[in-house]
Nanobody, 125 residues
Framework: QVQLVESGGGLVQAGGSLRLSCAAS????????MGWFRQAPGKVREFVAR???????????YYADSVKGRFTISRDNAKNTVYLQMNSLKPEDTAVYYC???????????????WGQGTQVTVSS
């Protein structure tokens, strides 16, 4: 069992930055693929980024096209924490951001077994 707790959300102006953190409790954190997803009001949840083993690298990072070049996902296995550095934020990035843990290298939400409660990110224009 893994418990995930996100933090770092808030209100920021367009062009600004935020760093989200997701602290995990439980065993074998380093073995999980960690992902970030988001859900805006009235929209379906969407994939943002993931980091984990891809068969060649233990920390392979993959991003949605909408955030590539602006967001950076990283992890600190010693601290059981995954981060999402978000730069050049846009109003369309406004959403509740969720971290998730899964056992496969996937961008598909149902492949993730554990989810945090979410943290609100609001970008004003």
């Amino acid at each position: 069992q893994v418990q995930l707790v996100e933090s770092g959300g808030g209100l920021v102006q367009a062009g600004g930055s935020l760093r989200l953190s997701c602290a995990a409790s439980g065993r074998s954190f380093s073995s999980y693929t960690m992902g970030w997803f988001r859900q805006a009001p009235g929209k379906v949840r969407e994939f943002v980024a993931r980091i984990g083993w891809n068969g060649f690298s233990a920390n392979y990072a993959y991003y949605a096209d909408s955030v590539k070049g602006r967001f950076t996902i990283s992890r600190d296995n010693a601290k059981n924490t995954v981060y999402l550095q978000m730069n050049s934020l846009k109003p369309e990035d406004t959403a509740v951001y969720y971290c998730a843990a899964g056992s496969s290298s996937s961008s598909y939400g149902p492949d993730y077994h554990y989810w945090g409660q979410g943290t609100q990110v609001t970008v004003s224009s």
